[in-house]
């Protein structure tokens, strides 16, 4: 074993520390959870020390640990990032157990080895984030050599299992993550003349995308957001973003009594005004692409506030990226924001997509338009996407809107 057996290929690499932090837990206060389980590392296997850690760019930093006086140590003075290593080059059996790591010369130099009584014996399993990368890991030690039985081996991943469990979700989180899947509207239902498909799938937990649709008096709205951030804070901002911009919305639309709707810049820049204080108070801000359809004729009106991902496909292949020149809101005070236009004909769809689905093909936006050229329906990219996400799991949250113009007749 040596220095060679912690390498991670530089891509995967980014992708996995963007896992790290889409965890929300880097730097955090000692929750019990997750001490009760180096507790009881230490209790079933004898052992003086255990960890629960996550491996960052440049340290491993501890969330639980119990008989070592330490926070965190820099990442190379780690047997742990060959633990992480170990889960892409050998994910059948990624557990890590060195009898004596002493007599390991890549090791041995290491502070906490080289000491006087240090650590002899090493047992880590990696522990799992957000597209399945491995984030950290839990670990027990011994300062004497040792092996672990078969029985105890059992116990070791099942303890890893706990804590796997306590890294995916807390009480808190599962609730928070159901009410936010209510929070999804339901389908429209049959739209005459045209087809429409919706996803969002949070990449972990709870995710800081939302998307939204409903009808209005000549036709449909439509938007998709991106709250930038992730974990519970991300997703209360979340659904107070989708309140708003529905209320708002409804409300300007009520008060015009006759065509043309609502001016979109105008309910875009009242949500940002309402909401300026929530996003300067959290420090953070989103993306949106707000748009209203005239179902009658295919007359798309939009505003981009920094979103950049949505495209129409016309019937015969070709695709278009709406550019749209607007700042996220919750980034200037007394922002405006401008509406542009575009006319789907029959056969001609719109998608609306948030950056995860351009994770899913490694932020290559010409590898996503050939995606959608080659998916004629809403069903088609749906299932497209759905095919990206069970192949590789997604980093980020991932969550479109299709809406097709059927040919006539």
Not at 22 to 44: C, G, H, W, Y
Request: charged share 25%.
């Amino acid at each position: 074993m040596d220095a060679a057996d912690a390498f991670i290929e530089p891509a995967v690499e980014e992708a996995r520390l963007r896992a790290v932090e889409q965890l929300n837990l880097l730097d955090s206060e000692p929750e019990d959870r997750f001490a009760q389980i180096t507790r009881m590392a230490k209790a079933v296997f004898g052992v003086p020390m255990s960890t629960v850690s996550l491996l960052d760019r440049d340290r491993q930093w501890f969330k639980a640990v119990d008989g070592i006086d330490i926070q965190d140590q820099p990442r190379e003075e780690s047997v742990c990032q060959v633990t992480v290593a170990r889960a892409y080059s050998q994910p059948a059996e990624p557990a890590l157990v060195i009898e004596d790591v002493s007599a390991i010369p890549c090791f041995a130099e290491i502070p906490q080895i080289a000491a006087d009584g240090g650590i002899r014996f090493y047992a880590g399993y990696p522990l799992y984030g957000p597209g399945g990368h491995p984030v950290g890991t839990f670990c027990v030690y011994d300062t004497r050599p040792r092996q672990l039985t078969a029985d105890q081996l059992t116990a070791f991943r099942e303890l890893a299992a706990w804590a796997q469990r306590e890294i995916e979700n807390s009480d808190d989180l599962e609730r928070a993550a159901q009410v936010q899947r209510r929070l999804l509207p339901p389908p429209l239902g049959a739209v005459p003349g045209y087809s429409i498909e919706a996803m969002c799938l949070p990449a972990f937990a709870v995710g800081g995308d939302f998307y939204d649709h409903y009808r209005c008096r000549d036709g449909l709205v439509f938007t998709v957001a991106d709250v930038m951030g992730k974990g519970l804070a991300a997703a209360i901002v979340t659904a107070t973003v989708k309140s708003a911009m529905r209320a708002t919305s409804r409300a300007f639309d009520a008060a015009r009594t006759e065509a043309p709707g609502p001016d979109l810049g105008e309910v875009v820049g009242t949500v940002a005004d309402q909401l300026a204080d929530d996003f300067a108070g959290t420090e953070t801000y989103a993306t949106l692409f707000h748009a209203r359809l005239r179902t009658r004729d295919g007359h798309v009106e939009y505003i981009d506030g920094g979103h950049g991902l949505a495209t129409v496909r016309r019937s015969d292949g070709r695709c278009t990226i709406l550019r749209g020149h607007g700042l996220p809101i919750g980034i200037l005070p007394n922002d405006t924001w401008r509406s542009a236009a575009v006319d789907l004909a029959p056969g001609d769809m719109l998608v609306i997509a948030s950056d995860g689905v351009l994770d899913l093909v490694d932020e290559d936006a010409t590898e996503l338009l050939r995606l959608l050229s080659a998916a004629g329906t809403p069903a088609e990219v749906r299932a497209r996407v759905d095919d990206l996400v069970a192949a590789r799991p997604a980093v980020d949250d991932v969550t479109l809107i299709a809406v097709r113009r059927d040919e006539a007749g």
